[in-house]
Nanobody
């Protein structure tokens, strides 16, 4: 059984920063990719940023320059540093990981989500 545990969401004012964390636990062999998606009210879920285990990153265009994704492979963790937050960044942020487990192949896993609210 694999679980993703997110933390770090909250209420901030426009222009402030937040750092999200996500740790994967369970019978993990390796994690080829980890990242973050978000779903804003009334919108579809969208990619925020992701990082492969070789350090390759992929960002949504609107997040480039303000958000930074990073990983600690030894801790099976991924982080999202969000700077200069705007009201339109208000959303539920979900951790996502493509995980290879011991004996069970590779699957896509999701966290429960953490709320980020940005006020003016």
């Amino acid at each position: 059984q694999v679980q993703l545990a997110e933390s770090g969401g909250g209420l901030v004012q426009s222009g402030e920063s937040l750092r999200l964390s996500c740790e994967a636990s369970g019978d993990i062999y390796n994690i080829p990719a980890m990242g973050w998606y978000r779903r804003a009210p009334g919108k579809q879920r969208e990619l925020v940023a992701a990082m492969a285990d070789d350090g390759t990153t992929n960002y949504a265009d609107s997040m480039k320059g303000r958000f930074t994704v990073s990983r600690d492979n030894a801790k099976n963790s991924v982080y999202l540093q969000m700077n200069d937050l705007k009201e339109e960044d208000t959303a539920v942020y979900y951790c996502n990981a493509f995980i290879r487990t011991r004996g069970y192949g590779t699957n896509d896993y999701w966290g429960r989500g953490t709320q980020v609210t940005v006020s003016s």
